[in-house]
Structures are given as structure tokens and as C-alpha cells.
């Protein structure tokens, strides 16, 4: 009897967990959409509510100061945050936008140089490449045809895309004007009246979930808000020495490619000189010693500043285990690409400090119980088989 009992429930509760199972694989990707379609729709209210935090301490300064209204306090702090901000972000994305258009009709031409420079890379080689057996040089041969195949296939393909891609855009700056006019109104109603937000949580939910609420906060603060502003930091030293490296060293579309080695320095275990190095070996293969060496004084500033600040911003308390930090990047590419290599360890930041919080104290409760009534059934079981 005690069999039978042990088997119907060993059965209900294997197909509840494979179902579980099966329903977070099958529905995570749309979850994950919904998200972020809930994100976006939100956005200029979250971005809204995040610089009036920052910018609030200002307003009461100014409010105290002067001797101002609440609401001219309100307008002066949201047109100085809105001309700075604004202001950088339209010079930088001017910038990026004209270097990418620069990119886009000068394509052909840069295909071309790439070309020229890698037969001038293997006429360099070329000595090296006589010597190789026969069989070897075919192998190179394959190897460089598929690749030049590949990179023909990549531009025809993208080309036209990317003209696309651009109408898309386009279109899509009405939107963008409504969202920048709503972010505004928004921040000058956090900034007039602080206590909003907090007015709208406190008639919406109870003190008990209030205090979660705040418990969870205070632990993404601590851990994942200290983890994305250190990699910011560093993103922008490294940003900046890259771009005055590049730009002393007179490279075309020095910004945007600073940007790209700055997201890429963001990446654990890599970092720029994933691309400086490479950068660096390629230039000296190429003859340009001039190039080769300044890569490599870019790439040892970029390690020396990286020392000298990490760990004055990096505080052992947001450190995350390596191992973990590589499965939450491999899972991140697999489900969103190259971006989910970033979005993968920021993640991960966040479920722990979920789990600091206690979010999933009820859950690991009931894991617990459920392995304990599977052990304790097993050796019920094996008592009974043994006593027969």
C-alpha cells in the first residue's frame, strides 16, 4: 500500500516539476519579451524617476538658497538636466550617427583598402607562405577564399538593410519626440513634488509588501546599482582613453570605434585587448610598426588606469563568482545575442540580490520540503523492502 502511495505521489510530482520544467523553457523567450515591452512602454517614466533622484538634492538646495517656489525650482533644475544631458548626448550621438553615414558611403572604398591591405599582409607572408608543404598552402588558400566569400555574402546581404533600417528610424522619431515630451513632464512632476511615487506606493500596496519592496531595493542598490555604475565608470575611462589614443593616431570613425572597445572592455574575461591586441599583431604583420606600437600604449594605459581605479569603485561586496558570471553570459548570448553578454551578468546581479532580499525564501522552502518528503518516502520504501 505504502508502493502504491509512494508511486502516485513520485508520479504527480514528476509531472508537475517536468511541466514546470517545460513551461519556463517554452515561455521564457516570451516572457523575456514581455518584459521589455513593459520596460519600454515605462521608460520615460523609470529614466524620469532615476535623474529625479539624482537631481533632487539640488532642487531642495535651490528651493532653500533662493527662496524659490516649488514648481520654478522644479522648471530651473529640468532645464539645466535636459540642456547638459541633452546637450552631451546630442553631440554624441551626432557624432555617431555622422560617422556611421561617413562608414556607410565610403563602404565600398573600405573594402577595397581591406583588400589591398591583406595582400600587401600576405605579399609580407610570403616568404613564410613558400616554405609551407603544399598541402598546407591549399588548406590557406580554402581558408582565405571562404572567408573573402563570407565577407562578400555579409555586405550584400547588409547592404540594403541597412538602408532600411534607416527608414525605420525615421519613422520611428515621431515616437521619440512624444517620449522625450513625456519624460520631461514627468521629471518636472518628481521634481515639483518628490513624495509622488512614494504617495502613489503607499496607497497601492501594504506596509508588509511596502517594506519588501524596500528591503529588495536597498539589496539591487547594494549589489546590481553597484556593479552597473563601477562598469560605467570604467567604460568611460576606457572610452576616453581609446578615443584619444585613436583620434592621436589620426583612425578614421575614432569615436565610434572607441564606443565599440569601451562595450567590449565591459565584457568579463575579455576586455579591450581582445581587440587592441589583435589589432596590434595585425599592424605589425602589415609593416605599420607606428600603428602596432600605439595599439599596444593604448591598450597598457587602458590596463594601468583599469588597475589604478577598479578597485577603488569596484567594492568586494558586488563581486560575483567567475564561473557563474560565464554561464550567465553564455546563457545571455544564446537567448539575446551578442547584447545578452552584457545583459547576461546584469542579470545575474539582480536575481542575487533578490535572493539577499529574501524574494525566494518561500520558494527554496518548498524545494525543501518536497526533497525532504522524497527522502523520507525512499527510506520508508526501502525499510519495507528490506523487512519482506
Given at each position: ?14 509531472i508537475?516539476l ?11 523567450g ?7 515591452y ?28 533662493f527662496?524659490l ?7 530651473v533644475v529640468v ?12 553631440g554624441?550621438?551626432w557624432k555617431?550617427?555622422s ?7 565610403q563602404f565600398?572604398q ?12 600576405i ?6 607562405y613558400?616554405a ?7 588548406m ?7 572567408l573573402?566569400e563570407g565577407i ?14 534607416a527608414?525605420?528610424?525615421a519613422?520611428s ?7 522625450i515630451?513625456?519624460?520631461?513632464l ?6 515639483s ?21 524596500r ?7 547594494k549589489y546590481l546599482g ?8 570604467i567604460?568611460?575611462?576606457s572610452?576616453v582613453?581609446v578615443?584619444?589614443g585613436?583620434?592621436?593616431l589620426?583612425?578614421?570613425y575614432a ?5 565599440g572597445?569601451?562595450?567590449?572592455d565591459?565584457?568579463?574575461f ?16 602589415g609593416?605599420d ?6 595599439m599596444?600604449i593604448?591598450?597598457?594605459?587602458v ?8 578597485p ?15 554561464a ?13 553578454m ?7 546581479m ?21 526533497f ?6 525512499i527510506k520508508?520504501?526501502?525499510?519495507t523492502?528490506?523487512?519482506?
Amino acid at each position: 500500500m505504502k508502493f502504491k502511495n509512494f508511486a502516485v505521489r513520485m508520479t504527480i510530482a514528476s509531472i508537475i516539476l517536468i511541466a514546470a520544467i517545460i513551461c519556463f523553457f517554452t515561455f521564457f523567450g516570451r516572457i523575456a519579451d514581455a518584459l521589455f515591452y513593459v520596460l519600454g512602454l515605462f521608460a520615460p517614466f523609470i529614466i524620469a524617476f532615476i535623474i529625479s533622484l539624482a537631481v533632487n538634492p539640488l532642487a531642495q538646495w535651490l528651493q532653500k538658497k533662493f527662496r524659490l517656489p516649488k514648481e520654478l525650482t522644479a522648471i530651473v533644475v529640468v532645464i539645466l538636466t535636459v540642456g547638459i544631458v541633452g546637450g552631451a548626448l546630442v553631440g554624441i550621438v551626432w557624432k555617431i550617427v555622422s560617422e556611421l553615414k561617413s562608414i556607410y558611403l565610403q563602404f565600398p572604398q573600405i573594402y577595397q583598402s581591406a583588400s589591398d591591405w591583406i595582400e600587401r599582409v600576405i605579399h609580407n607572408l610570403s616568404d613564410l607562405y613558400n616554405a609551407m608543404p603544399v598541402d598546407m598552402r591549399d588548406m590557406i588558400d580554402a581558408v582565405g577564399d571562404r572567408l573573402q566569400e563570407g565577407i562578400s555574402g555579409f555586405v550584400d546581404k547588409n547592404y540594403k538593410p541597412v538602408v532600411s533600417g534607416a527608414g525605420n528610424v525615421a519613422k520611428s522619431l515621431p515616437s521619440v519626440f512624444i517620449s522625450i515630451i513625456v519624460f520631461i513632464l514627468s521629471l518636472y512632476f518628481m521634481i515639483s513634488n518628490p513624495k509622488t511615487v512614494q504617495t502613489i506606493i503607499d496607497k497601492t500596496m501594504s506596509e508588509k509588501m511596502r517594506e519588501g519592496m524596500r528591503t529588495v531595493w536597498g539589496e539591487i542598490r547594494k549589489y546590481l546599482g553597484g556593479y552597473v555604475k563601477a562598469q560605467l565608470i570604467i567604460m568611460s575611462i576606457s572610452f576616453v582613453i581609446v578615443f584619444i589614443g585613436l583620434s592621436i593616431l589620426r583612425v578614421q570613425y575614432a569615436m565610434l570605434i572607441a564606443l565599440g572597445i569601451a562595450l567590449f572592455d565591459a565584457l568579463p574575461f575579455f576586455g579591450s585587448g581582445a581587440v587592441l591586441i589583435p589589432w596590434a599583431v595585425i599592424s605589425f604583420i602589415g609593416a605599420d610598426i607606428r600603428m602596432g606600437i600605439g595599439m599596444l600604449i593604448i591598450y597598457l594605459s587602458v590596463i594601468f588606469t583599469r588597475q589604478m581605479v577598479e578597485p577603488k569603485i569596484v567594492s568586494s561586496n558586488i563581486g560575483i563568482n567567475p564561473l557563474l558570471t560565464l554561464a550567465s553570459m553564455y546563457v545571455g548570448y544564446k537567448i539575446f545575442s551578442i547584447g545578452g553578454m552584457i545583459l547576461g551578468p546584469v542579470t545575474l546581479m539582480l536575481v542575487v540580490s533578490f535572493y539577499k532580499a529574501g524574494a525566494f525564501n518561500t520558494i527554496i522552502a518548498v524545494v525543501k520540503k518536497v526533497f525532504i518528503f522524497i527522502k523520507t518516502e525512499i527510506k520508508a520504501l526501502f525499510n519495507t523492502i528490506t523487512m519482506k
